[in-house]
């Protein structure tokens, strides 16, 4: 959902001014409302594909009598009877979470799912709890969560704190800007304009390190940066293309993904460091999924609404244990 809470009190100087202010408030609303929507496709009248297509997504048969005993974290959820999964709310068709109802829909969501049907326990019974890019580290090693499903980049530095399943997913950074932006094409281009991204990730780390002539500006979320953007508070938000082809999608006449992809964001499954077998568990259960079919159908049940075609998955990165 995008908020509209950091709408500024404008004083505007003209009419032309006070117009075009306007015209922002009203999609600024128009794409919050799309948001509280998007859990409701398929009723009459909404328009087609804008949200996950509830109807086609995959029944994940449950893994009887499946066993995990070399696993802390799988023994807590047998006892407890399901899994709490780490996920984001306000990302379109990967994790979202309708706000009039609290139920979670999108590619991430379902990749969940599929895990914990695969892992024996029931995926409607999974509770979600929203955790944001610079929290996951934290709540995979308190407890918080048992896995983490959230656009989440494999890399060496978080390997020393975290265990990655996977990748199910291959992403890469790119650029979101609003219709009437003619001059940013990729990420040279931002020399001395502001650009959003989510604390804690890594768009916003590369931009820090490899773009310094950019005006970085940080928010815990990317629908606040799109916020930004759309009432003129930044020139532009960076973070992986599968993200922002969902806002763009959500918004297509005010906003627009610009240039190449500058980055490889290989998707994981976050799980505790020290969890291998829950790890090398959840490989082999992506393994089968992709194998069965479950992935692609998932897939083109939600992230492939954005208008992009399912994509051959990114092989397993079946890491030793250190
Ligand atoms: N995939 C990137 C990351 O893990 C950006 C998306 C996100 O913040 O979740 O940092």
Not at 40 to 55: F, I, M, N, V, Y
Not at 106 to 128: H, N, T, V, W, Y
Not at 143 to 153: E, R, S
Request: charged fraction near 25%; charge should be positive; aromatic fraction near 8%.
């Amino acid at each position: 959902m995008v908020r509209t809470t950091r709408v500024p009190a404008a004083q505007p100087r003209s009419a032309a001014r006070a117009r075009s202010v306007a015209r922002v408030l009203l999609t600024v609303l128009l794409v919050g409302l799309i948001g509280l929507t998007a859990g409701g496709c398929g009723k009459e009248g909404s328009p087609p594909g804008k949200g996950p297509a509830a109807d086609r997504l995959p029944h994940y048969e449950i893994a009887q009598g499946f066993r995990l005993p070399d696993s802390p974290t799988w023994n807590r959820a047998k006892k407890r009877g399901y899994f709490v999964v780490g996920v984001k709310e306000d990302q379109p068709y990967l994790g979202q979470r309708d706000p009039a109802t609290g139920v979670y829909s999108g590619f991430d969501i379902e990749i969940a799912r599929m895990m914990s049907a695969s892992l024996g326990l029931d995926p409607q019974k999974i509770r979600f709890r929203t955790i944001a890019s610079a929290n996951r580290e934290t709540a995979l090693q308190n407890g918080q969560i048992d896995y983490y499903v959230g656009t989440y980049t494999i890399n060496d530095n978080r390997k020393k704190l975290v265990g990655f399943a996977g990748p199910y997913y291959m992403a890469g950074q790119s650029l979101l800007v609003r219709r009437d932006e003619n001059d940013i094409h990729g990420p040279e281009d931002l020399a001395g304009r502001r650009v959003c991204s989510a604390a804690g990730s890594t768009p916003y780390q590369r931009i820090k390190s490899e773009y310094p002539k950019a005006v970085l500006v940080a928010y815990d979320t990317y629908s606040v940066c799109v916020d930004n953007l759309l009432t003129y508070q930044v020139d532009a938000v960076t973070t992986d293309d599968a993200i922002l082809i969902g806002y763009a999608a959500k918004a297509p006449d005010e906003l627009k993904v610009v240039g190449r992809p500058f980055s490889k964001e290989p998707y994981g499954i976050g799980v505790p460091r020290d969890d291998n077998a829950l790890r090398f568990a959840m490989d082999d259960a992506l393994e089968a999924r992709e194998k069965n079919g479950d992935w692609k159908r998932a897939y083109e049940a939600t992230l492939g609404l954005s208008g992009v075609p399912a994509p051959q998955p990114p092989p397993i990165d079946r890491y030793p244990a250190s």
